[in-house]
């Protein structure tokens, strides 16, 4: 049985807190291109394979996707990789991090750019307890080594009392279990389902069982 008390909670950023889908469809809506489901899950799989080559910042892999996938002019694509951090957000994650927050760090692990965190951060409202990306890694996740530098950056082992949300099992959350993290996986619309040790419907859900338990 998994004790809700966790010591350390990581946070997968696109996607689980910033409506991705949402955000890049209205983005993509300003230069006349429909987004369709299909369209979303080709570009989220292009990242992914540029992401697991030789490093590039973020921007330049989504404008690259964006680009390649959806044949966007470069500087329409350029314009929209910069700007990602200030895609809309769920409608739970302001509340549901500020809850979260009183019981333990709440750390933004995400592929992305730094320019990223400070957008996301002030759509926010306040800063996280730490914003963690590929920039400052130089990796991508699913590699490993982001989670080793993640470990070096806030000075805590792997094991369950640290526990990383996310709303793709077949990417975060497969690496997590395997280092021995309790996993999270949040329903959003996109989703990509496996195994995970706690299932929530968003980021209410989690704090609400995680107050339920101090």
């Known amino acids: 049985m998994i004790r809700l008390s966790p010591e350390l909670l990581t946070f997968d950023i696109f996607g689980t807190v910033v409506d991705w889908r949402r955000g890049l469809g209205e983005a993509l809506e300003r230069y006349g291109i429909p987004l369709a489901d299909a369209d979303f899950d080709s570009v ?26 959806l044949g966007l002019p470069a500087e329409a694509a350029r314009a929209i990789a910069a700007g990602a951090g200030r895609w809309p957000l769920f409608p739970d994650s302001r509340a549901g991090l500020a809850r979260l927050a009183r019981f333990a760090p709440c750390v933004a692990m995400t592929n992305s750019d730094e320019a990223h965190g400070r957008q996301a951060q002030t759509e926010l409202g306040h800063d996280m ?13 699913p590699d490993r080594a982001f989670w080793r530098h993640v470990a070096a950056r806030r000075g805590v082992g792997f094991g369950p009392h640290w526990w990383h949300v996310s709303a793709y099992a077949d990417y975060d959350l497969e690496t997590a279990r395997g280092l021995g993290l309790t996993t999270v996986l949040v329903a959003r619309p996109h989703a990509r389902e496996g195994p995970a040790g706690i299932r929530v419907h968003d980021l209410i859900d989690l704090a609400r069982r995680v107050e339920a338990a101090a």
Do not use: M, N, T
């Not at 989220?44 to 996938?69: C, K, N, T």
């Not at 307890?129 to 996740?141: D, H, L, P, T």
């Open 44 to 69: 989220i799989d292009d990242q992914a394979a540029r992401e697991a080559g030789p490093f590039r910042p973020y921007a330049d892999i989504v404008a690259s996707s964006l680009r390649h996938v």
């Open 129 to 141: 307890s730490g914003w963690i990306c590929a920039e400052a890694a130089r990796c991508y996740k």
